[in-house]
């Protein structure tokens, strides 16, 4: 009954270590992917004055999908860690003196890669693709529908592509001053629009500039001559209007299960095996949690012990896996590819889980039966 007591007790001591382990590795190296990822975007706040809060809600959207694609990495190093340390404080010799087995160690392991493995589906499948698609449309927004407010005064601005904008000073009630706009989003019919003031109007599609007392200036292309024409109002929309009647195309990343399985109609047929070998990704993904927690188990709790401990089996279980690591990018490249070998993506998220387990598990297991039975007296 005490072995019971003090084995559940052992339980929750290791899980509560492993557990705040893996909060805090998770959260330190998500900070840093962020940070660095982050950077790209500074650019919006620093050159196009966008505010601070813009910067964070659309740099902020990324992070489930950090957090998706490290998870089962940081369980792993967690994992080896943690059991790495309480062989060096010979805590895990003591609990197999006390009669502990393989697997009552290596339980609070599991149980925390069983979390992570719900954690990483609840992440893959509604979370990520939610927070991408929301990432996508407001920077599809910031681009078109609020791209009036990336013009700054002295500057030459393009606000959509193919579109240059550029004023020379900004009044507090909005009027513009000496306003030039080139304009290349038809190739066929380029123009350069210059006038004397204007002011940014709200249109139905984006916004639109208004331009008072102005000219069009354009190169005739069969006569090579210049024609310019004088106005006295004219309006320029300053969105995307190449693209403005079609809807924004769904993105792999964003796209639901079913979405990824049956592809829109507007996707090209040629990437169907992509869209295929993703979705494939992400229910077999999460799985690597348990395979990679149980690479560390097995490096871990096997082995003779050693006094001053050794660096070959942490070694090893490094090495193993950053050939898991490789592996499964070169397995998610060709599946992309070639549909027909999406096994690969399920056989790599579950066959070093297994092997490892067995290993790990039935040896001991299979050698206390056949341990002979001490004789009577």
């Given at each position: ?65 950090f957090v998706a694609v490290i998870l089962p990495i940081t369980t792993f190093t967690v994992v080896q860690f943690v059991y790495q340390r309480l062989a060096g404080d010979r805590e895990l010799t003591v609990m197999r003196a006390a009669g502990l087995s393989p697997l009552a160690l290596s339980r609070p392991a599991f149980v925390l890669a069983v979390l ?231 056989a790599h998220a579950l066959v070093p889980g297994i092997v490892c387990s067995w290993l790990l598990l039935v040896p001991p297991l299979l050698a206390s039966r056949r341990r002979p039975l001490p004789l009577a007296s």
């Open positions: 009954m005490r072995i019971a007591i003090f084995g559940t007790r052992l339980d929750r001591y290791m899980f509560r270590q492993l557990l705040f382990a893996l909060v805090a590795v998770t959260s330190g190296l998500t900070a840093l992917i962020w940070l660095t990822q982050s950077l790209r975007f500074v650019e919006l706040v620093v050159n196009h004055g966008l505010s601070f809060g813009v910067f964070l809600r659309l740099t902020g959207l990324l992070i489930p999908s992570t493995t719900l954690a990483c589906y609840a992440l893959n499948l509604w979370v990520v693709p939610s927070s991408l698609a929301s990432f996508r449309q407001f920077q599809w927004e910031i681009r078109n529908r609020i791209a009036a407010f990336l013009v700054q005064e002295g500057v030459f601005t393009e606000v959509s592509p193919g579109l240059t904008v550029y004023i020379r000073s900004r009044e507090p009630d909005g009027t513009l001053h000496g306003i030039l706009v080139d304009d290349e989003r038809d190739k066929n019919n380029p123009a350069t629009i210059l006038a004397q003031r204007g002011r940014l109007l709200e249109g139905p599609t984006g916004p639109r500039v208004l331009l008072i007392d102005g000219s069009r200036q354009a190169i005739d292309k069969q006569t090579g001559r210049l024609d310019i024409l004088t106005f006295r109002e004219n309006v320029v929309d300053l969105a995307d209007t190449a693209h403005q009647d079609e809807p924004r195309l769904l993105d792999m990343s964003e796209a639901s299960i079913s979405q990824l399985l049956q592809p829109p109609d507007n996707i090209p047929r040629e990437d169907y095996p992509h869209w295929t070998a993703e979705a494939h990704k992400r229910l077999a993904g999460p799985l690597t949690a348990l395979s990679y927690a149980s690479v560390a188990l097995l490096f871990s709790l096997t082995g003779a012990f050693r006094r001053h401990g050794g660096f070959l089996r942490p070694l090893a279980s490094v090495g193993t896996m950053v050939v898991l690591l490789a592996l499964g990018l070169a397995i998610d490249n060709v599946a992309a590819r070639n549909n027909a070998l999406i096994p690969l993506i399920w």
